[in-house]
């Protein structure tokens, strides 16, 4: 068991970034061929040309009628009105000078047309078949061959997330599958005897396992594919069995409690025995107990039971590892951001609040929301940001500008 003299090499924010960034960088990639369909948010392992370009066709920008530039040279010019072309339609004949076809928004651009007049220029005599073209645009209103894309033009690099937008894209040239980054496989377990599942009655000291959801909705939002969630009382045999199912087949392994110096908190003595340990201690408050290592081919976290410390700790250092492990950046934008009150806390550990912020003329305005105690989930459902009070002896003044983190949900 472990011994609560045992002593921690805590580590800065940065450094055991750093230094689980360099651990992540040395596991295995894996990718997949998936259909389009399934891609959204998914990173793509490899870049997407265009098999050709894009448009196809001369497109019409307007309504209206697509007619010979030199038939325009005197104005109103009066042409013999040869066909319609609506969106859809081919039109295999090439216009000959004095014609005009009657064209729409989207419609093939025949040869010998390289002007599309809007309809709103022009007069119709239906009975003569003839129509009078009064004005001409500056523009030939045509969208030409390629113009958006060239063939074999880079649609997205590697490594790009497949968005709305990008689903379109992938659309508009009838490309079917794609090759992503395989989701990191991941399993949670959230450890506590205090732990009731949903179907059992509230007792003094139990509680109901909110954590557990918390991980898994910050996993889902991050992309993992979810091998297994449990949870177990503190009991290292139920424990042992718990990681031994899940270990062999996970990427990652999330543990939420028992990292602290109690006498139930054993993760804290796997992390001590692991094959590697990254960190055990950091200099951030809430979330200091945050752990890493490796165990067989397993990068585990142990986060803590704190929800705002879990909370932290996910996003902190678990989110960027999901984000990596797919050949992505971490969704968290680091930025800076006015502190809009003073903080009169002071830490020998830097300080993690959770925020929310507003956009102003001068930039990022932070507040704090809710609470900043570890164990204090009352704002956990409302913080866009995340920001540091650097540490020290004096208190934060309105103001200051401060490391902040935008959240990926916000
Ligand atoms: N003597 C010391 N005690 C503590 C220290 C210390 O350095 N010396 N560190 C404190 C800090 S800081 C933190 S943070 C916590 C970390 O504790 P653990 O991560 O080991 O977590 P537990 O002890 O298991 O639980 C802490 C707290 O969180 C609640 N909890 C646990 N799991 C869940 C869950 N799934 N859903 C909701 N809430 C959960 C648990 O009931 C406890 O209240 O240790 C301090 N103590
Ligand atoms: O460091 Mo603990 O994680 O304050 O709450």
């Known amino acids: 068991m472990y011994t609560p003299v045992d002593h921690r090499n805590a580590l800065a924010i940065a450094t055991a970034q750093t230094r689980l960034a360099a651990q992540t960088a040395k596991m295995p990639r894996h990718t997949e061929k998936i259909p389009v369909t ?17 448009p196809t066709f001369r497109r019409a920008g307007y309504d209206g009628y697509a007619v010979n530039h030199q038939d325009l040279t005197h104005l109103p010019a009066t042409l013999q009105l040869v066909g319609e072309i609506p969106a859809g339609a081919d039109f295999p004949h090439r216009l000959q000078l004095g014609q005009a076809v009657r064209i729409m928004t989207g419609g093939f651009v025949p040869e010998g047309a390289d002007v599309v007049v ?14 009078t073209i009064s004005e001409r645009q500056k523009n030939d209103n045509i969208t030409p061959v390629g113009s958006f894309f060239a063939a074999g033009a880079e649609l997205f690099p590697q490594g790009a997330t497949i968005n709305p937008g990008g689903l379109s894209l992938l659309a ?4 079917q599958t794609v090759t992503v980054a395989a989701l990191p496989k991941v399993g949670i377990i959230t450890t506590g005897s205090e732990l009731l599942r949903p179907d059992q009655p509230l007792a003094n000291g139990k509680i109901y396992d909110s954590n557990g959801p918390l991980i898994q909705g910050l996993c889902v939002e991050s992309g993992v594919d979810l091998i297994g969630v449990k949870t177990v009382a503190d009991d290292p045999q139920a424990l042992q069995a718990a990681v031994a199912e899940l270990l062999p087949a ?8 028992g ?3 109690g006498d139930f908190d054993i993760i804290a003595d796997y992390a001590k025995h692991a094959d590697t340990l990254l960190f055990n201690k950091l200099e951030m ?3 200091s107990v945050t752990t890493a290592y490796m165990h067989e081919n397993t990068l585990c976290f142990g986060l803590s039971g704190n929800p705002g410390a879990c909370f932290t700790g996910f996003y902190l250092f678990v989110e960027p590892t999901l984000r990596q492990l797919q050949g992505a950046a971490s969704r968290l934008i680091k930025t800076t951001g006015r502190l809009d009150h003073t903080y009169t806390k002071t830490n020998m550990y830097d ?12 930039g990022l305005v932070i507040s704090r929301t809710g609470s900043d105690a570890s164990d204090n989930l009352n704002n956990l459902h409302e913080a866009t940001c995340l920001f540091e009070i650097p540490r020290g002896t004096t208190p ?14 916000r």
């Open 38 to 54: 399934q891609a959204l948010g998914r990173v793509l392992a490899e870049p997407v040309t265009a098999p050709y370009a894009l």
């Open 118 to 131: 809007m309809l709103e220029t022009t007069t119709q005599a239906p009975q003569a078949k003839t129509v």
């Open 172 to 175: 508009s040239f009838n490309i």
């Open 250 to 257: 996970c990427d990652i392994l999330i543990t939420d409690g």
């Open 259 to 261: 990292v602290s110096v």
């Open 285 to 287: 408050r809430p979330g």
């Open 351 to 362: 300080r993690i609040l959770r925020g929310t912020y507003q956009v102003s003329a001068d």
């Open 396 to 409: 934060t003044k309105a103001g200051e500008v401060l490391t902040t983190w935008l959240l990926p949900y």
